[in-house]
């Protein structure tokens, strides 16, 4: 094969390639801060909290973990170990509709009084009844501690944390709340987290596919080689 044929089947997997990564999405995510109005036992009070959601590919659906990087509300006396208890709701739009519910473990350590109560991370499985992108936006939180309730409604009208590309199965309808929804199809779906985690996975398979390129040039060089006399 001469030189110039082979240049042009590279470049023409290198093509392949890039537009694999192109049209294989990843999900992105962003930090957003949600200003949290929270109605207290003792009356309102409110705090600002940069909020993280991730997913997880998990059986027919994903595990949604939503992070709280600094604390909301806070209480006149100290909370005890084990005392106060925090669950909320992710808003899912796009192309799912509805809520999933989300919560997490009781407080670890004790929570001094007057002090920002920090949230442990809470959980909860999203699985979607249609394929498309699907958004998920922090929604109202709810910490129970000693016989009271807090709750916490975002004010600022939050950006979406999270946007996933989903495969929702056939067959079924409406959305998703806490686990309840669709399965989806296959399993060929890889695991989405954060834009880090995704563009490791993307990296894999354009290099896959430059492997595949390379190997295409090989077999046809030795195919135009001929015996000699």
Known sequence: MSYQKRTASLTLAAAVAGSVVLTAAPAHAAVVDVDYACQTPIGPKGAVSPIDI???????????????????????????????KPSAVIKVGGAGE??????????????????PIKISDLSGTYTPSK????????????????????????????????ELDVQGGSGSSGGSSGGSGSTPSGGSELPKTGPMDSAVALGTLGGTVLLSGAAGVLWLTRRGQRPAN
Do not use: R
């Open 54 to 84: 991730k997913a997880v590919k998990s059986g027919s659906g994903y595990t949604l973990t939503m992070s709280f990087q600094k604390g909301v509300s806070s209480s006149p006396i100290e909370l005890g170990k084990g005392a106060m």
């Open 98 to 115: 509805g809520t999933v519910a989300v919560s997490g473990p009781t407080n670890d350590t004790a929570i001094p009084a007057n002090t």
């Open 131 to 162: 394929s498309g992108k699907v958004t998920f936006t922090a929604g109202v939180l709810t910490i129970k501690a000693m016989g009271t309730t807090t709750t916490c409604t975002p004010k600022n009208n939050p950006k979406p944390s999270l």
